[in-house]
């Protein structure tokens, strides 16, 4: 427990913006994993940088672990208090700072969503790509190394933050990175803070590299037999360098589920939607070359959508197919994970899933952002049956060996939070976490940020 | 001055592959910057990992200073021993560890040099497509965080290193990142390696990503009025997202240079360089669709050369010209200098340099990867001469605060070393370079590792 003097410090400060009430901590202290919650002592809702730092020297000056939040919608329990404390809630912070148009870049406060600042950018002819499922916040999204759907083409968080702010445990603001496309000067902290999730400091504003809207679009669903010669036109599709923009596996269960959310009437098959982004002419040669190869690969049925409103109908369902699958079965939890391998290896990794699947009684419909490597798996669960959950467990504890094994890792897109780290030393060995503890040490010696995420000190 | 029990213990280890002899010792001090060498004590040169480590755990239990040398061609005094100390020499370490021709990746020793990964690829179809000017090791590469002429479409090391092997100050062997094409586990010290000039650890292996050789490549050359005109064209080009492979600004004293160097007769004024990768029609479009830019703005006489020896012709006398622009006046130490801005800031700051160079007597040639915002000086001046020097001083300290001024960098690719040590606090602000140096302290608790380089930590 956080002392009072804590609490009577923050309500002094923040007054209305402080709360303490059920309902509140509640929604703070549970994110969309299957983990349970585990709310925050109080929330504090930030509207500044300053907001950010009297929040963090006064949870130092207390001891008290402090977590920030920004949309809760992470999946591996980053958001959780596992260790007390308080929620530090960014979303209120929904400036767009600056556009530099003619430098396709923009900054942004941290409580800004993906949808938020696309709807922003909309008069520009500007778009910012990243696309997870949720319309989570830019904060969240750097926090723990975001991606998507769109990452085979323009990249993930990595890619896309150009710089930060960022108020470090000490209370010091720090700026990172900057505006030129490539810099030499130093340590690269923007990519240290992007993927920490919330254990080396609150990041409050974001530069992003923006992109001009394509000229042309053009989307497209195939048919396959099977998953392996899905995602072998996966692999073919990407080792030809095939400039993709989408190219997303939903396997047979899930497309079931989006038939019911919405009303689709697909074949309950493997599919590929795909996506090409580019001048017309050369949208039309990506496009022809894919379905060549989708085509010798057992493909079926490409099916062309070339009015936008096809195609928003198509990636709304894909983008909501987090929520969709989980009514498949009403009354159970969705656990979702993710892994990625590297791509020669993505057919094999996926069929032993499968196969290992099949040996259970777990409903658990798959897809993939297979130009990445990177598939998920969402199982559906009842919380009480403690079969399922370790059914649930021994294939997932498998999926992760293998795809470790593999040469590829824990987690694509989702991050560590507190539900993978006891994957990290298997991949990265115990000298990489020395390192990784030695830097949080460093940077956060009374361990308040976040604690109990990434990294298992205590 | 390291004690004697140390050069002991290293001639013993490694006998004939210890080095105090003072050419030895004097090629390790000094790399091509303008900055006087400063020689090392001894040198090592390593065969394995295994080596590093115990030249590590000697120095550290010696509490002697340890450089890494890769080729020694830096820019910025990154070699020189200006706190004494051991060189330690990777070049020996010149093994292709593996190539994933099916994931378009591969693993080298950081000795490897640029072209000889591309001689080793050659037979595969890919490439290796970063390309600082000297023919690099591909560990100096990584820790300066090096690019290149082809940098505007394939990225920097940043974006091309996917894992590396680490001997840490405290002798660990780290291996960070993996071969998934994205992951979210974990902090990104992979990107943390890459820029830190062997300040926290060195690097001995590196995993880096391929490209395929492009079907089709075309290369052409225009001619400007003025650098205003060629640097908007390049400004246009960027923002109209026509993915150019290489788009580089030469000068007309650097077209002398190369026309004397390299027996060309192009016309002594501002031109730029393109190359264009991808299908025939697509390479088509891109030229085409860049050709109507640079008319529009002022471009005369494109031409196109589409014979590859024309093409090498015209890039080799691009990468040598650091070289030939020395030539141009014998006797003279060449200074070369780089800065990066945000694109649309580009033609301002060069025309603002420009116009600096013009109040003083220097000869200082102007190159530019300018698809990037980044533009190269090189100061010809008698290094006898005080006033040469404290002119080329006066321009690029302006040149300098520019470009910061503008929301660029000190560097885009050059690095810091001890050359632009006294710039980083202006670009960063002092606590950013208090977190670098937190993290500087953590890992290299006794400062062994390159000391006096990016940060003035003594």
């Known amino acids: 427990m956080t002392p009072a003097a804590l609490h009577d410090a923050l309500q002094h400060r923040f007054s209305e913006r402080y709360s303490t009430a059920t309902a509140v901590l509640e929604r703070h202290g549970k994110d969309e994993a299957y983990h349970a919650g585990v709310p925050p002592e109080a929330v504090v809702f930030a509207t500044s940088t300053e907001d950010v730092v009297d929040v963090v020297n006064l949870c130092r000056t207390h001891k008290a672990p402090l977590i ?257 699958v989980q009514r498949m079965r009403p009354g159970s939890v969705g656990w979702p994970t993710d892994v990625c391998v590297p791509i020669s290896r993505l057919a094999d990794c996926i069929n032993q899933t499968l196969e290992d699947l099949s040996q259970t009684s777990l409903l658990a419909p798959l897809v993939g952002h297979v130009g990445d490597g990177n598939f998920h798996l969402q199982y559906l669960i009842d919380p009480d049956n403690e079969e399922e959950l370790a059914q649930a467990r021994w294939v997932n504890g498998r999926m992760i060996e293998r795809a470790i094994e593999m040469g590829g890792t824990c987690t694509g897109e989702h991050g560590v939070g507190h539900g993978k780290i006891k994957y990290l030393e298997r991949e990265h060995g115990a000298p990489s976490l020395a390192v990784m503890a030695s830097i949080k040490r460093a940077l956060d010696p009374e361990n308040i940020m976040n604690p109990g995420k990434i990294l298992s000190i205590n």
Not at 85 to 112: K, P, W, Y
Not at 147 to 155: E, F, I, P, Q
Not at 276 to 302: N, P, S, Y
């Open 68 to 324: 920030p939040f920004g949309t809760g919608t992470s999946l591996e329990g980053h958001i959780n208090a596992v260790r007390g404390g308080i929620s530090l809630d960014l979303s209120l912070m929904t400036e767009v700072l600056e556009v530099n148009e003619e430098d396709l870049d923009c900054r942004v406060q941290a409580g800004v969503t993906r949808k938020a600042l696309n709807e922003h950018l909309r008069a520009t002819g500007l778009m910012f790509p990243i696309d997870p499922g949720a319309d989570a916040s830019l904060g969240g999204m750097t926090a723990t190394r975001a991606s998507g759907t769109n990452a085979v083409r323009y990249g993930t968080m990595k890619d896309n933050v150009l710089g930060l702010t960022v108020v470090m445990a000490n209370g010091d603001v720090v700026r990172t990175g900057g505006r030129a496309p490539k810099s030499s000067a130093g340590y690269d902290l923007t990519r240290l803070m992007v993927g920490s999730e919330g254990t080396l400091g609150v990041i409050t504003e974001i530069q992003l590299r923006l992109y001009g809207q394509p000229e042309a679009v053009s989307a497209a669903v195939c048919l396959f037999p099977d998953i392996d010669a899905a995602a072998k036109t996966a692999i073919m599709v990407k080792q030809l360098g095939v400039p993709v923009a989408r190219m997303e596996l939903v396997d047979g269960a899930s497309i079931r589920a989006i038939n019911e959310a919405d009303q689709l009437g697909m074949v309950e098959k493997p599919h590929i939607f795909f996506e090409f982004h580019g001048t017309k002419a050369w949208v039309a040669e990506q496009a022809e070359l894919t379905q060549e190869i989708a085509a010798e690969l057992g493909g079926e049925d490409f099916e062309w959508s070339t009015r936008p409103e096809d195609r928003s109908r198509l990636w709304n369902a894909r983008h909501n197919m987090f929520y969709s």
